[in-house]
């Protein structure tokens, strides 16, 4: 983002891009839909929106995937109560995309559900990323557009000037020292 601002960039990467983090997290890339439970519309929103960027812009590394949300009985919240809350989710983001699922629909969609006690439920979509590919797309357009990214190095520490701007770094190339 820097580089597309005009500004000069560098990031180091103590080890390989995407280890740590990024190469541990779930993959997914949620629209918000725990954040209406709290009221966080706005923050609900901001999920759609950088989820739809990221679908638009990530063509073969954000692809959306399909949810089963099941009820039993005595469950704390009727099923109705999520009903409302998907139509409110997809409202927000001005996509129609769930769907009301009957116990046949839902066990022959999950099979393993069959033998239980489930009521029925609901099918959602939200989406899943390439979290490793992705970074590197990211880091290839950065250098592209005239950044520096370095792997296997470490900033050790940073140099001021005597004003207290940074004016340069100390790296460490972690692969040989």
Not at 23 to 39: A, N
Not at 163 to 172: A, K, N, T
Request: glycine share 10%; net charge positive; with cysteine.
């Amino acid at each position: 983002e820097a580089v597309r601002h005009g500004r000069r960039a560098l990031l180091v990467e103590a080890q390989d891009f995407a280890s740590g983090t990024s190469s541990r997290s779930t993959k997914l890339v949620h629209g918000g839909l725990r954040y209406l439970r709290q009221g966080q519309f706005h923050q609900t929103r901001q999920c759609v929106l950088e989820r739809e960027k990221l679908i638009a812009e990530g063509v073969g590394l954000v692809n959306r995937v399909a949810f089963s949300l099941v009820t039993f009985p005595g469950d704390r919240m009727p099923r109705w109560i999520y009903g409302v809350g998907l139509a409110l989710y997809d409202a927000i983001a001005w996509k129609w995309a769930h769907q009301s699922l009957s116990r046949e629909e839902l066990i022959s969609r999950n099979p393993p559900l069959a033998g239980s006690a489930i009521q029925g439920g609901y099918q959602y979509t939200d989406s899943q990323v390439d979290d490793a590919r992705l970074v590197i797309r990211v880091l290839r357009e950065a250098v592209r557009h005239g950044g520096t990214a370095i792997n296997y190095v470490r900033a050790e520490q940073l140099l001021r000037s005597a004003d207290g701007h940074v004016r340069g770094v100390v790296l460490r190339d972690t692969a040989d020292g």
